[in-house]
């Protein structure tokens, strides 16, 4: 069941975070991008968002990532999902440039906020997950 988790978080690069302070939780659909560890997926944003001000407060997040990305046109199978729980993970400013370098190359649609002054990368480690597979079947573990 790793294999098929890692294979959807390799295959996709949208994900939804979710964060959470004061009892209010936060959504934001999101651009990530993983490295070698397929523990750790690295997300662009702003010091001044909501969900970034939410992280410094709380750090446990949940983060769902699911195959309609590559779906295209085709409705036949499946849709699965993916629901982990994480942990933020402040980088060190080395590890932020070359995840930059990274999401730049990778995602050219995100230059505006990458060139932004207040840009901000970060890690999520993700601990455990529930994956879905259609409406039906369900598996849940640790990584």
């Known amino acids: 069941m790793l294999a098929k988790v890692a294979t959807i978080l390799r295959e996709n690069t949208l994900g939804v975070l979710c ?6 939780p936060h959504c934001s659909l999101m651009t990530y991008i993983m490295m070698d560890d397929l523990n750790v997926l690295y997300i662009v944003s702003t010091l001044e968002s909501r969900k970034y001000k939410n992280l410094l407060v709380n ?4 983060v769902l990532v699911d195959t ?18 994480g942990l933020f993970q402040p980088l060190a400013d080395s590890e932020t440039q070359m995840i930059q370098t990274h999401l730049a190359l990778a995602h050219p649609e995100l230059n505006d ?4 002054p207040d840009c901000v990368i970060f890690g999520i480690h993700l601990k455990s997950f529930l994956l879905l597979d259609g409406p039906v079947d369900s598996y849940q573990g640790d990584l």
């Open 19 to 24: 964060t959470e302070s004061n009892g209010n």
């Open 59 to 62: 750090p446990r997040v949940s």
């Open 68 to 85: 309609r990305q590559n779906r295209g046109t085709n409705t036949a199978g499946n849709i699965v999902s993916i629901t982990f729980e």
């Open 113 to 116: 906020i990458l060139n932004n």
